[in-house]
């Protein structure tokens, strides 16, 4: 197991993520990384950044995870760093994707240079309850002037959040409790660091027969790694 890359003392709320991703690390890559997850994102990715020219730019995968998105930006020709805080993840992260950097820190204490990055990519701030405005905070100082971020969360104000939190209850063991979908004000406020651009709402049968297979249970024989294309 590989030490975080920091001295950086962990909140309660960076502990939790670590300790649970630690342990769920096979699960949760077994079905987020999968051949139906990965041609999801792809399309989605695919129609919703095809106006962004990634071609020599700099993206954090930011809670990377195992990697499931760095492939689509690298096909896109962008130089792409990963961050997560589980070193499981980290060394599934360099499995997956071995001549990519990836840095086992927290989101809250990242470590890169003030303006490090064009763009960085996340769809995990739902994890960081409730000190969301920290990892913003850290991540507008890491991008460039005129950077942009990304951000794929789970609304709260859906009718598929409510089945999302029916789902939370009752698979206690893979949910930690400050896990909670975001509303607007979560990401955008007078104050904070970001203004939405762009706002896309989605999901629909496709997101739940592809990025649900675990609330579904699909079987593992179903869930083959997915690749992205060049």
Not at 35 to 64: H, M, P
Not at 131 to 155: C, D
Request: with cysteine.
């Amino acid at each position: 197991m590989e030490k975080l890359e920091s001295s950086y003392e962990l909140s309660q709320t960076e502990r939790i993520q670590r300790e649970s991703f630690d342990q769920l690390t096979s699960t949760y890559d077994l079905h987020y990384c999968s051949w139906a997850a990965i041609y999801y994102r792809e399309a989605l990715f695919s129609q919703l950044l095809r106006n962004e020219n990634f071609n020599g730019k700099t993206v954090l995968d930011a809670l990377c995870g195992g990697g499931p998105a760095t492939g689509y930006f690298q096909g896109k020709g962008a130089s792409v760093i990963g961050l997560d805080i589980s070193p499981a993840q980290c060394a599934k992260y360099r499995q997956r994707c071995p001549s990519t950097e990836v840095v086992c820190r927290s989101i809250f204490d990242s470590g890169f240079p003030s303006e490090s990055f064009d763009y960085v990519y996340t769809d995990s701030l739902h994890h960081l309850h409730p000190q969301i405005h920290i990892a913003l905070r850290e991540l507008s100082r890491i991008l460039k002037p005129g950077g942009k971020l990304i951000v794929w969360e789970p609304l709260s104000l859906s009718l598929f959040n409510g089945i999302r939190s029916i789902w939370y209850r009752l698979d206690k063991r893979y949910f930690c409790a400050n896990e909670k979908a975001l509303g607007p004000s979560d990401l955008t406020s007078n104050e904070g660091p970001f203004q939405p651009q762009n706002v896309y709402f989605g999901g629909g049968i496709g997101y739940v027969l592809s990025f649900m297979s675990w609330a579904l249970r699909l079987s593992p024989k179903l869930l083959r790694e997915g690749k992205y294309l060049k």
